[in-house]
């Protein structure tokens, strides 16, 4: 009998459409609510897609899955609450709330690692709601409306010892001419997605709450396009291609393709030539990533950022790591093709909220913002420690693409002044292993309220003295001494001045932004020493 090896995963929810992926052990026709799609194949691993269509607004349904007309899910035995399909609505006042976070190390085997790395927010959170959704009378009133997953969704470059274990058994970790102890290949980026998403708890949870996603750079490798120092140091290594095309087709089967609303797919010509294979398409996959990674550096090239519109709430997921432009003379963090799709994107239409996904944040601590672009400057005219120093305490963030920064500024000023402006824009990021909340402003007012909200790790680490640095970037005097060197350097005034408005906190958590017409709250919760979630600040936005 055919297996469900992962998944379901509810991905993109429109009013009347959802996606449900899936993975499989073998080929079969995969079925949910009475729609069914063939499975997919590639290195011998079996995908498929169930788009849901004709489906009421607003509704919320129980759903199960089968495999060639046997159930498969839910699992027998588990103890989980039903996985609901709930469809949106384009009801402008309805509350609607955001779960967001990033760098989710995975469940281990090894009881000091386990105790370093804590508890699990992301665990904790689909732990208590879990328990919400058990005990409503309707689950449509307690499921967050959207899971964003901010990236390093899995840890391509520093592995469980269960995975070392894995791959000292299927290869020679000591071959000169392999990667030794990081992600090899395609198969082995399967094996990491299964572990981190396997879990009884994630589980449910990505299979009940709509989860959009993005890669950051441990989904492939730490430093991931950093500048063309670091590109080129990768390209001299003989198993680098390999593991570049192996990261980003796999991110294109497990992440990308569910992130995608169904008209939009489906006018992908690789998607179709997928689904009109016979056989294995990993060759396919592996041509259309060699074409994305040489693409970066190009004013043009694949776009993987995309769009989710919310009632009047719009969500644009962007792509900070695979559309840089690296040359020194000219350095993007988006390149002008991208770029320009999310400048369209963020002014189509009015909004109550705009919300921009990136990775990495926009507004770092001001003094870290300033060291970034002053080594970035130093780069720029063949520093070598500048360049040191930037892969050695990743330096890399939006401050450290000063163009790209400014050009960010200028497009959210813009839209936070226009006369249909909304009441809120935010950047959810993740990355720096904290959490605060900053609030930006312009020297003239905007008519919205602009926001960078950071959430990080769901479950990792920091070193004991970045807690110390991290405050010590928020420090007025400081930051006005490294203003005044930017300036001598000629790097010219910061379009915009920003402050804390809550933390930095540290720990294990996840961020909640509720929205309800045009108001809009945030709530952090870190993971605490009993397993739970504490909340740890309640901000009002509006």
């Not at 900070?320 to 770029?339: P, Q």
């Not at 892969?391 to 000063?402: C, T």
């Not at 005044?484 to 996840?510: C, H, T």
Request: proline letters at 6%.
């Amino acid at each position: 009998m055919t297996s469900l090896e992962l998944g379901p995963l509810l991905r993109h929810v429109g009013t009347t459409t959802a996606t449900i992926w899936v993975e499989t052990s073998a080929s079969c026709t995969v079925e949910v609510l009475g729609v069914s799609a063939p499975t997919f194949q590639v290195c011998g691993q079996h995908y498929a897609l169930v788009v849901v269509e004709g489906l009421e607004p607003g509704s919320c349904l129980p759903y199960e899955v089968r495999l060639d007309g046997e159930l498969v899910w839910p699992l027998e035995g588990t103890g989980t609450p039903p996985s609901y399909l709930r469809t949106r609505t384009e009801d402008g006042t309805a509350r609607l709330r955001f779960v967001f976070g990033s760098c989710r190390y995975p469940p281990t085997d090894d009881p000091d690692l386990e105790a370093s790395l804590g508890i699990d927010a992301l665990d904790a959170f689909a732990t208590r709601l879990m328990d919400e959704v058990a005990g409503a009378d309707d689950p449509a009133t307690v499921l967050p409306d959207t899971l964003c997953l901010l990236g390093d969704q899995v840890y391509a470059d520093e592995i469980t010892p269960r995975t070392e274990r894995w791959i000292r058994a299927n290869r020679d970790p000591d071959d000169p001419d392999g990667p030794g102890l990081e992600i090899a290949d395609f198969g082995e980026y399967s094996h990491l997605y299964s572990e981190s998403w396997s879990d009884r708890e994630l589980r449910w949870l990505l299979s009940t709450v709509p989860t959009a996603m993005i890669f950051d750079d441990h989904d492939v490798r730490d430093d991931w396009n950093t500048s063309q120092v670091w590109r080129d140091e990768m390209a001299s290594k003989p198993w680098w291609p390999q593991r570049i095309r192996a990261g980003l087709a796999s991110y294109w089967v497990y992440q990308h393709l569910g992130n995608l609303d169904p008209e939009t797919r489906d006018a992908d010509p690789l998607y179709r030539k997928v689904r009109e294979a016979d056989g294995d398409v990993y060759e396919l996959l592996a041509d259309f990533a060699a074409r994305a990674d040489a693409e970066v550096g190009h004013p043009t090239g694949v776009r993987w950022s995309y769009r989710w519109d919310l009632g009047r709430t719009r969500l644009l997921m962007v792509d900070t790591r695979c559309a840089r432009v690296l040359n020194e003379d000219d350095r993007l963090m988006i390149n002008d093709h991208s770029f320009a799709w999310i400048e369209e994107s963020a002014d189509d239409g009015e909004v109550d909220h705009l919300l921009l996904g990136s990775s990495i944040p926009w507004l770092m601590p001001p003094a870290v913002s300033h060291v970034q672009s002053l080594d970035e400057w130093a780069a720029a005219r063949g520093s070598r420690l500048a360049e040191t120093v930037r892969q050695a305490v990743d330096l890399e963030h939006w401050p450290a693409f000063r163009a790209s920064f400014d050009r960010l500024a200028d497009l959210i000023r813009g839209v936070a002044s226009g006369p249909s402006a909304p009441a809120t824009v935010c950047v959810l990021s993740g990355d720096v292993h904290h959490s605060y909340a900053a609030e930006a402003r312009w020297p003239s007012p905007t008519r919205s309220r602009v926001y960078q909200l950071t959430c990080s790790p769901v479950r990792n680490g920091v070193p004991w003295f970045m807690e110390y640095v991290f405050a010590l970037g928020w420090w007025r005097r400081l930051t006005g001494a490294l203003s005044r060197v930017s300036r001598a350097a000629g790097l010219g005034e910061l379009p915009l001045d920003w402050s804390a408005i809550g933390g930095p906190w540290f720990g294990n958590a996840v961020s909640t932004l509720e929205v309800t017409g045009r108001d809009a709250r945030l709530r952090v919760e870190r993971s605490g020493a009993r397993g739970g979630l504490e909340a740890v600040a309640e901000l009002p936005l509006t």
